[in-house]
């Protein structure tokens, strides 16, 4: 598999620093910084909205501030690249259920 060099490394890691949003740039510092989960976590609740679902762009080309399956999605695979633990995992998910719990209706629609 080719790997970047050091050089195209230090570009890309350069750009994320100066064009990407903060939960990229956390991301990014947790792989490959001395950045944390908790740092990656604080701004990724920026994105939650207050019943628990997940919008506000999360994901930057579905700009929409309402929570929907696509940005919850996008949230846990954002959980899944940090391995926070189960704690974490549950809070979220108890945030998740209630969204969709709010949002669907007993025969599934909205």
């Keep these: 598999m080719p790997q ?3 050089k195209a490394f230090d570009r890309a890691g350069n750009f ?3 064009s990407a949003r903060s939960l990229e740039r956390a991301l990014f510092d947790y792989h490959f ?3 944390s989960g908790l740092d990656v976590l604080i701004k990724l609740k920026k994105f939650q909205n207050e019943e628990g679902g997940f919008g ?3 994901e930057p080309d579905l ?3 309402v929570s929907s ?3 919850i999605s996008v949230a846990l ?3 899944q690249l940090t391995y926070l633990g189960i ?3 549950c809070e979220t998910a108890l945030g998740i259920s209630n969204t969709v719990k709010t949002r669907t209706s007993v025969d599934g629609n909205r």
């Design 16 to 18: 994320i620093t100066n």
């Design 77 to 79: 695979q954002v959980l």
């Design 63 to 65: 700009r929409m501030p």
């Design 87 to 89: 704690t974490t995992w």
């Design 56 to 58: 506000q762009g999360i």
């Design 33 to 35: 910084g001395s950045g």
């Design 4 to 6: 970047l060099s050091g």
């Design 69 to 71: 399956p696509f940005s």
